[in-house]
């Protein structure tokens, strides 16, 4: 199975985070939660989200796929570089990359997604579109090793796609 590596801070949009990472761990993957710093953070509506390690510890090398939820965190996350060039990684030597709703936030500063086809929230895929990506308005879009959805509806689609590419 594989390495996956989720990036999240405070504010992070609840089910978009418990319904992936369940889906991949029950699907036996290994998911590891990368913060700032170790310890607990609070979602949108107050889940606690214990983190495992933080992101002065780990390489993109340790894992074969990338998981951003959405929420508030993406764009917190962006502010920082050390975030930055660990999703910039991803990009570059074609893992698997996965977003949801605000999630594609933090790929908008790796200056990768132009030419990309790509959806988010509906605010977001305005900030892609002008980062040069093709937007699309539909409940998941892959785009090769890239994975994209837009909102907490589109979940089963989001999973299903993101399960399928890890199996490949």
Same mark, same amino acid.
């Given at each position: ?13 609840? =089910? ?10 029950? *699907?036996?993957?290994? =998911? ?31 894992? !074969? ?30 893992? =698997?990359?996965? *977003? ?19 959806? *988010? ?5 305005? !900030?892609?579109?002008?980062?040069? *990506? ?5 409940? =998941? ?28």
């Amino acid at each position: 199975m594989k390495k996956v590596a989720v990036v999240v801070t405070d504010m992070v949009e609840d =089910v978009e985070f418990t319904d992936p990472v369940q889906a991949l761990k029950d *699907a036996g993957h290994d =998911v590891t939660v990368i913060g700032y710093e170790k310890n607990t953070i609070t979602g949108k509506h107050g889940l606690k989200v214990a983190i495992d390690t933080t992101i002065g510890d780990v390489k993109p090398s340790d894992f !074969d796929a990338l998981f951003i939820p959405g929420g508030f965190s993406p764009d917190q996350l962006r502010e920082d570089q050390r975030f930055v060039d660990f999703t910039r990684d991803f990009l570059l030597k074609g893992k =698997v990359i996965s *977003a949801i709703c605000h999630g594609p936030q933090l790929m908008i500063p790796t200056g990768l997604v132009h030419g990309r086809t790509m959806t *988010a929230f509906k605010t977001v895929q305005v !900030d892609l579109y002008y980062a040069g *990506a093709r937007t699309r308005d539909q409940e =998941v879009v892959v785009d090769d090793n890239l994975i994209t959805s837009r909102e907490p509806k589109d979940l089963p689609a989001f999973d299903k796609a993101l399960l399928a590419a890890l199996a490949k």
